[in-house]
């Protein structure tokens, strides 16, 4: 069985191996080593990366033997090996998965919630905690003191009980295991059974700094970084400000009064900007009444959308019960309305001949629209529609 270094020493990153087993498996190759200090994916914690004789890792896994396999691309020309691992990925899955340790301890101290889940993801670390009742007090109050934790530079233990020995010790809970127990200790805070690679004390954790909290059904996730990650977190958020600040032209506490005034004076303009909207299409219905000929309106627009089509169309409807057929250029859509009191089906009438122009859309009896892919389509349909529609009489 492969030695496991990575239990040795957490920090150890070249080491020289012996291949013991090589076999090749869907054109890729796969190296058991006679001692390893690559991490494989498992409980929660991401797998680690790294080269073996300088050939890039892709995957490591356990097989049924408890073997560590190492997935490669090519073969090694030797069966003495050179493996590097990748730190900076290795050292921030410690200090996450410490500060993971710590965070549901102090969940656990201040409020007896107990952690039921823990995800390490790329950017943000997770745990779900038993309590449904979570507020921002307590957010504050459980980073004081986890923070507290690592300010005091506690002394973390990892070593291997036996199922008896592991009776008289007040762990966290319970592991599934009944062979190679393995115990991380965080000194005068809590005994955790866990396979994953964890920092020597909690000031190499740096800081834990919650980001958010959301309500699950029947627990609670905290979202949190730690270390290098909390770091690069509060630089971007610093350099976010600062640009805020200097765009703005106030100092960072004044951004939020600044924005808050910006909505304020955004509100003000749209209700400006809605009245006059208003009068234009009161303008424009009076102008398409005024232009109206005998049987009903029909108009081909630029720039209209289809949603102010259709205020207009409501406006026009208020003063003038005939039919109407409005085109748009810009969004390549037609409109047919009118007030119920005309003959003409809209929807039925669509079904009917949008197909020949490759047009697709419906409605119902008094109002429908359609869209066309091409403008040769779209023009011919309206010139068909005005053509078939002139001749209707209400």
């Known amino acids: 069985m ?23 498996e869907k054109g890729f190759y796969y190296i058991l080593l006679d001692e390893t200090a690559f991490y494989p994916e498992g409980g929660g914690q991401p797998r680690d990366t790294g080269s073996i004789d300088g050939i890039p890792i892709l995957d490591i896994s356990i097989n049924e033997n408890e073997d560590i396999l190492h997935k490669l691309e090519s073969k090694p020309s030797s069966h003495f090996v050179h493996c590097v691992l990748d730190w900076e990925r290795r050292f921030d899955h410690m200090q996450q998965h410490s500060g993971q340790h710590l965070l549901s301890a102090a969940c656990r101290e201040l409020f007896h919630a107990r952690t039921v889940s823990f995800h390490l993801g790329q950017d943000l670390v997770s745990i779900d905690i038993s309590t449904t009742s979570w507020t921002d007090e307590q957010t504050l109050e459980t980073e004081r003191l986890v923070n507290q934790y690592i300010y005091e530079n506690r002394k973390l233990h990892t070593y291997f009980v036996t199922r008896d020995r592991l009776q008289s010790i007040p762990v966290v809970k319970m592991p599934t295991v009944t062979e190679d127990i393995r115990i991380v200790e965080i000194e005068g805070i809590e005994y955790n059974p866990c396979g994953g690679t964890h920092v020597e004390q909690t000031g190499e954790i740096g800081i834990i700094k919650i980001i958010k909290t959301e309500k699950q059904k029947e627990s609670t996730r905290l979202y949190f970084k730690c270390g290098f990650r909390a770091l690069h977190d509060f630089t971007d958020s610093l350099n976010l400000l600062s640009k805020l600040s200097l765009k703005f032209n106030t100092g960072r506490v004044d951004i939020l009064n600044r924005v808050e005034k910006l909505e304020t004076d955004h509100d003000k303009l749209k209700l400006a900007y809605e009245k006059l909207k208003l009068k234009q299409v009161e303008f424009l219905a009076e102008s398409l009444l005024t232009e109206k000929e005998d049987g009903f309106i029909h108009h081909v627009f630029e720039d209209q959308t289809l949603k102010e089509m259709q205020l207009l169309s409501s406006t026009i409807h208020q003063k003038e019960r005939s039919p109407i057929l409005f085109m748009s250029v810009k969004e390549q859509k037609v409109l047919l309305a009118h007030d119920g009191s005309h003959s003409i089906h809209c929807g039925e009438f669509f079904k009917k001949w949008l197909p020949t122009y490759n047009g697709k859309g419906g409605g119902n009896a008094k109002s429908a629209q359609a869209g066309f892919t091409s403008q040769d389509d779209l023009m011919e349909f309206y010139s068909f529609a005005v053509n078939k529609l002139d001749n209707v009489q209400e």
């Open 2 to 24: 492969t030695k496991k270094l990575y239990y040795v020493s957490s920090k150890l990153t070249e080491w020289d191996a012996k291949i013991l087993e090589i076999f090749e």
